[in-house]
């Protein structure tokens, strides 16, 4: 069974920065047409898109732009969300999700979720 564990959350002072990690185990194959994303969601609110990288592209949602950086280590089954000059309003738990990893099929997995809080 695919499994994504996130890692690197925690509490900073706004202007702070966290680095965020999705690390997968438990596949036996992987995709070559696949997306891994990011997403968040605050006390109250929706979950809302954060960062994609699909076809060797990457999109941030315009509210992190400039701010977070997307990256990936094909090596360590790992992607990454670099955050910096964090704000209060950054604060949520953070899920990744990918189609990468697969078994007798590929399908989507999330991860259980990170908690980042952001004090002003």
């Known amino acids: 069974q695919v499994r994504l564990v996130e890692s690197g959350g925690g509490a900073v002072q706004a202007g702070g920065s966290l680095r965020l990690s999705c690390a997968a185990s438990g596949f036996t194959s992987i995709n070559s047409a696949f997306y891994e994303n990011w997403y968040r969601q605050a006390p109250g609110k929706e979950r809302e898109f954060v960062a994609l990288f699909a076809d060797g592209k990457v999109q941030y949602a315009d509210s992190v732009a400039g701010r977070f950086t997307f990256s990936r280590d094909n090596f360590e089954n790992t992607f990454y969300l670099q955050m910096n000059s964090l704000k209060s309003e950054d604060t949520a738990m953070y899920y990744c999700?990918?189609?990468?990893?697969?078994?007798?099929?590929?399908?989507?997995?999330w991860g259980r979720g990170i908690q980042v809080t952001v004090s002003s």
């Open positions: 999700t990918t189609n990468r990893y697969c078994t007798k099929r590929c399908s989507d997995v």
